[in-house]
């Protein structure tokens, strides 16, 4: 296998590294020589087997840190921001961020026997799921930990501009997320950032399961997926790598659908 990150100090921070499409993410990063530094938020029944995740990405020969903490919480950004300014001394750089968390409300905008979405729901999927990005790509940037040639990397879904029932705020905040990449990709391009979106296919995580009627979704995605498959952690990570190449430099500003064509039936 290539490793054509090896030797080159760039580290991968991915926010929400621990499962779905972040940790494979972490695997294949580091798999083909890249640093990794994951943020993660879970329980201490949790840690025992996310340990035996990380310990797999260590064998690999790269630079390993996590962080169980609240990356939603602006003093434990800072915190992990000024421990990365001591772990990467004066050579180590961030080339890759990838943002990769899932917090927000999957509640019906109309119900007559359960809860129903209210303006604080939307505001704190919105926040975590969106905004948090550019908290934390400002963070990063004032504290002159990325690369000269660096890459952003968020994952949206077709529910942005799909209405699926019980997904109204996290569609808004998957929009939001796309304005907010557009933006960062003209006004941090002068810096050398690219920042793109992947819209991922239908994934079978522990995040769309968390969405009624994810069964009903997942059998509709077999249909209309020209491979009639499920999209698989992997393919994404695959394009994350792709988009981190040298040769993915002039990819800027875009939302890109990895999901073996299920977007165009």
């Known amino acids: ?15 929400g590294g621990s499962s779905g499409l972040g940790l494979a993410t972490a695997k294949k990063l580091a798999a083909h020589g890249m640093n990794i530094c994951i943020v993660h938020r879970n329980s201490r029944s949790q840690e025992e087997g996310i340990n035996v995740h990380f310990e797999e990405i260590q064998k690999m020969g790269v630079s390993f840190k996590a962080f169980n903490t609240d990356a939603f919480n602006p003093h434990k950004r800072e915190q992990v921001i000024e421990e990365l300014k001591v772990l990467f001394s004066e050579t180590g750089c961030i080339r890759t961020l990838v943002h990769s968390v899932a917090k927000g409300n999957l509640k019906p905008m109309l119900s007559e026997d359960a809860p129903t979405l209210k303006t604080d729901d939307f505001s704190l999927t919105i926040n975590a799921m969106a905004i948090s990005l550019y908290d934390w790509t400002k963070a990063v940037f004032e504290a002159n930990l990325f690369a000269k040639d660096s890459r952003i990397i968020s994952f949206t879904s077709e529910g942005n501009t799909k209405a699926w029932k019980n997904y109204a705020a996290v569609s808004a905040a998957k929009v939001t997320l796309e304005a907010i990449t557009r933006n960062m990709a003209l006004e941090f391009a002068p810096h050398g950032i690219r920042a793109n979106c992947i819209q991922a296919g239908v994934t079978d995580t522990a995040s769309l399961r968390m969405i009624p009627g994810s069964d009903k979704i997942k059998a509709h995605s077999l249909l209309r997926n020209p491979f009639g498959r499920l999209t698989l952690p992997e393919d994404v990570a695959n394009a994350v790598y792709l988009l981190s190449k040298d040769e993915a430099s002039w990819i800027n500003g875009c939302v890109i659908p990895v999901d073996g064509g299920e977007h165009i039936s």
């Open 1 to 15: 296998m290539d490793k054509e990150f090896k030797n080159k100090k760039y580290w991968a921070l991915i926010l």
